[in-house]
């Protein structure tokens, strides 16, 4: 069992093990979820596949349909 301190900012960092074995990096997400009996779930919040969406830009005038995306389409 790993303990870690509450600062008085409300702050606590998450010891190096615990940091590993989730692969944990600075600037992800965690979210907690409080329980009874003083339990918390922590889960880490991983970017999704939409979180890409728009990030790269068509060459002017090249349009490609959904269609055409798909490599099974022929299949």
């Known amino acids: 069992m790993t303990i870690a301190t ?3 900012k409300g702050q606590v960092t998450i010891p190096l ?5 989730l692969n944990l990096h600075p ?8 329980l009874p009996n ?3 779930i922590m889960r ?8 890409l969406n728009g ?11 959904i269609e055409d995306m798909n490599p ?3 299949v």
Do not use: C, M
């Open 6 to 8: 509450l600062t008085s």
């Open 17 to 21: 093990e615990i940091r590993e074995a």
């Open 27 to 34: 600037k992800d997400k965690i979210s907690f979820t409080p």
């Open 38 to 40: 003083n339990t918390v």
């Open 44 to 51: 880490v919040k991983r970017g999704s596949i939409l979180d």
């Open 55 to 65: 990030i790269l830009k068509a060459p002017e005038g090249v349009s490609v349909s």
């Open 72 to 74: 099974f389409k022929d």
